[in-house]
Every structure is written in C-alpha cells, then in structure tokens.
C-alpha cells in the first residue's frame, strides 16, 4: 500500500538549518522507518521546502513541481527500511528527488510534448512567498542564475541556496567533491561578473532616460 504523505505545516526557516537540526531530521527518518507516524510528519515537514526548491530547480515544468515533490516522499517512505543513516536523511531524500526528475524526464522523451513549458526558474518564483523580506533580491538572483550552466546552478543552488556542505553536495550529483567546488566557484564568477556589469550599465540607462 502507498504511504499517505502527511501535509507539511510549516517549513523551517534559513536559520533552522544547522547540523544539530540535520541530525534531528535523520533521527526523525530513522524513527519513521520503525513505524513512528510523528517521526514520518516530522520528517516531511522538516524537508518539504527544501525538496520543492530542487526540484523546480531541476525540472523544466513548473506544473509538475508538487507532483515530483509528492513522487519524492512517496518514494523515500517506501524505501525507508533501507535507509541506515550512513548520510544525512536530507542528502538522502535529495538523492531521491534527483532520480524522480530524471525518471519523470525520461517518461516524457518517450512521448510527444505538444509545445514547450515555461523553465525552472517561473517554478522557483511561483513557490516563494512574495511578502518575505528580500522577495525582489530573490527573483534577481533567479534571473541571474537563469544564465549558468546547468551543472553549475544546481552545485550553487545546493550549497548556497540550500545549504548543503561540497560533500554532502557531490553526493547528491553524483560527482567528486572537486568537481562542485569547481562548479561552484565557476558559477560564483560569472554571477560576479554580471552583477557588475549590471552595476555599471544602471547609471547609463537612468541617464538616457
């Protein structure tokens, strides 16, 4: 039988995310793997946010964002008699979410798209709360993103965005260590570069204006 997947309450905020706070979550997950259903809730919960985020950052259809995520921690309850603990339940759960959009890209190759869908990034600006302190800092850094390479946004939006140490990070892509450092400080020069381009392209613009 399919596991009911418990409505997350509230997800936690930039400032939850601490070690402490992982090892709770891979506690949570461990006890929901016995048969606790508030661990299971908690687990949810916990990761929600963090897994729609991915996602939409993965996937090129913004309307299939909830559904990946569903498909994410149905996924990860089914299997959490195997889950040991030996990584983070968080870098674990990434892990399952990456293999549901590749599975989920994959299905779609095999039939007919009638016309292309709107990319990630429309995703990643619908499921932000747009009354949070910083909103509009949000979208730009989105907009900028938009312009790196995919390999290169998904390392920067696991270890700026979502936090996740380079190990942990090249565990979920399945990659050296070496390779998201990389990517990483790759991705952080061509942002660099374009937000000062942009710095010196906003006094020109204002005065033609």
Not at 38 to 62: G, N, Q, T
């Amino acid at each position: 039988m399919t596991p009911a997947l418990p409505t997350p309450r509230r997800a936690p905020s930039e400032d939850d995310k601490t070690p402490s706070t992982d090892e709770a979550i891979t506690a949570w997950a461990l006890a929901a793997r016995g048969g606790d259903a508030d661990a299971v809730e908690r687990f949810v919960r916990a990761l929600h946010r963090d897994v729609r985020r991915y996602v939409a950052h993965l996937c090129a259809d913004p309307q299939a964002v909830d559904d990946l995520a569903q498909d994410t921690f149905l996924r990860a309850l089914g299997s959490l008699h195997r889950f040991q603990g030996r990584s983070s339940a968080r870098v674990w759960l990434l892990s399952i979410a990456r293999r549901a959009v590749v599975d989920s890209y994959r299905y779609a190759s095999a039939r007919p798209r009638p016309a292309d869908v709107p990319d990630w990034q429309l995703a990643v600006e619908l499921a932000q709360p747009c009354d949070l302190p910083g909103f509009d800092d949000g979208v730009a850094l989105l907009d900028l993103l938009a312009s790196l390479p995919d390999d290169r946004r998904e390392a920067f939006v696991l270890t700026q965005l979502l936090g996740l140490p380079y190990a942990e990070a090249a565990e979920v892509s399945d990659c050296p260590i070496g390779t998201v450092r990389s990517r990483v400080a790759r991705a952080r020069a061509t942002l660099i570069g374009l937000l000062e381009a942009d710095a010196e392209a906003e006094p020109a613009a204002l005065a033609a204006a």
